[in-house]
């Protein structure tokens, strides 16, 4: 790996939070703030098959929104058809997941980058392989910090504080929350912000709300995330 990279590992309180939606949104950030970021996913389960070729649906959206002059295809290691956990769409596919070439494909493309945002699948303890090799795993395995998407809305604070507990008790760093599908005129959104805020102890570094098309974010604080 470009030992210069900064890298930022984007997790979620769970499946379908918004992870690719706030990923391609940060990139984009990113980019246009003048910093070379680049993006990352080491495995992808619900691609699209399309005239036989498989279409990595989540990096392209990345690659897309943020202009990122790169193949989608050249932004993951593993990408699977079923919509399934890793562990099971690559027992299905016949296919074993190496975490030493997830290791190798990170470094080498983090070789045309400044600033490398990965992003996940699931949440933090989605399985990766069928020998309990989770989510959290990887992300020691790659060194990495993590900044955790969560929904704005109710059930929030359950999801926030295990999501948080779990991690902390790996010695990962959190460097933030974000709140997608965020309501600012709701009550029980705002009280969602203030309450994790105040029971975790970390920041909410931005709100995103439905069908927003910029992250709204300092851009000085959001390098920050990366170091």
Known sequence: ??????????????????????S?????KMRESGFNCGYYKPVLSGAILQNGIMIPG?????VDVSGLKIEPA??????????????????????????????SDYANLSKEFDYMLIEGAGGITCPI???????????KDLEVNVLIVADGGLGTINSVLTTVEYIEKRDIKIQGLV????????FMHRDNLEMVEKMTGYKVVSTVKKNEIDIDIDKNILKGLFE
Request: hydrophobic share 35%; glycine share 6%; charged share 25%.
């Open 1 to 22: 790996m470009n030992k210069h990279t900064k890298s930022l590992f984007i997790t979620a309180t769970g499946t379908d939070i918004g992870k690719t939606y706030i």
């Open 24 to 28: 391609g949104l940060i990139v984009k």
């Open 58 to 62: 989540d990096c392209k959206h990345v």
């Open 74 to 103: 050249k932004c993951l290691s593993y990408c699977f058809e079923e919509a399934v956990s890793p562990h099971l769409a690559s027992k299905r596919a016949g296919v074993n997941i190496g975490i030493n070439k997830i290791k």
């Open 129 to 139: 392989k069928d020998d309990k090799y989770l989510m959290w795993n990887l992300i």
């Open 179 to 186: 709140l997608n599908n965020y309501d600012k005129s709701s």
